[in-house]
């Protein structure tokens, strides 16, 4: 515990001095998801989304999976949604990519991930009262 706080604190001057640190947003953003402190934990992933240095296609997946998860922690739909249209849009426009130097060993895992963003997709959805929506994702 004392070492996630003390790792916190660094990340954020890291931050304050370089706020385009893709990888130490993504960082934070995973320590404070951990520490249950969800709305921080999406500013810091949404942070991390938003840097120009975020340009790996398996990055950008990470991210984006990440900042859904945590905003579903946090009950904040609207972010989840956003966030798993942005993993969909990834996993869509840079498959060919991410089978071959990415986070997948195998078509079938990259096609069980694009079935795992729908499901949650349809979750937020239906969160947020998007029934027909939900339906369809």
Request: zero cysteines; charged letters at 25%.
């Amino acid at each position: 515990l004392g070492r996630d706080a003390a790792a916190i604190r660094t990340a954020r001057q890291v931050l304050a001095l370089d706020p385009a640190d893709a990888d130490t947003a993504h960082h934070l953003g995973q320590l404070l998801f951990d520490g249950k402190q969800y709305p921080a934990a999406v500013a810091a992933l949404k942070q991390a989304a938003a840097s120009p240095r975020l340009v790996s296609p398996a990055r950008r997946l990470g991210v984006a999976r990440d900042l859904a998860r945590a905003a579903e922690a946090g009950d904040d739909y609207a972010t989840a949604e956003a966030a798993l249209r942005d993993a969909l849009a990834i996993l869509a426009e840079r498959k060919d990519d991410l089978l071959s130097a990415g986070p997948f060993a195998s078509p079938a895992e990259y096609h069980r991930e694009v079935g795992t963003v729908h499901e949650h997709l349809g979750k937020a959805l239906a969160a947020r009262k998007k029934l027909p929506d939900a339906v369809a994702a």
